[in-house]
């Protein structure tokens, strides 16, 4: 399984940024595929993710301004981020969870990564 995530930049504060991450290897719709962010000195956080299921989930920092969605057609993922903020910068990770945990916060629960696309929010 390989995840290659893109769209990254550098944004304005209030502006917005779509991310994408092309799976291959496995159907979108067989794991929980999320998004994470790390910025300097943080640990690893969970943004928002879909179960296999379809269901949806984020983080409350980014409730209201960040709407994830999965296209299975194209295989991706994608998640368009709204009013960006000075603290949503970080290196931002999409990830395949093929076990389908319950854990779907914990970055331990999932076996495969994206290499990384860096946001930043700065006027």
């Known amino acids: 399984v390989q995840l290659q995530a893109s769209g990254g930049g550098l944004v304005q504060p209030g502006g917005s940024l779509r991310l994408s991450c092309v799976v291959s290897?496995?159907?979108?719709?067989?794991?929980?595929m999320s998004w994470f962010r790390q910025a300097p000195g943080k640990e690893r956080e969970l943004v928002a993710g879909?179960?296999?299921?379809?269901?949806?989930f984020y983080a409350d920092s980014v409730k209201g301004r960040f709407t994830l969605s999965r296209d299975s057609a194209k295989n991706t993922v994608q998640l368009q981020m709204n009013s960006l903020k000075a603290e949503d910068t970080a290196v931002y990770f999409c990830?395949?969870?093929?076990?389908?945990?319950?854990?779907?916060?914990?970055?331990?629960?999932?076996?495969?990564w994206g290499q990384g696309t860096q946001v930043t929010v700065s006027s």
């Open positions: 990830a395949a969870d093929t076990s389908r945990s319950v854990a779907v916060g914990t970055a331990t629960s999932y076996d495969f």
């Open positions: 879909v179960r296999w299921s379809g269901s949806t």
């Open positions: 290897g496995r159907t979108v719709r067989s794991a929980t």
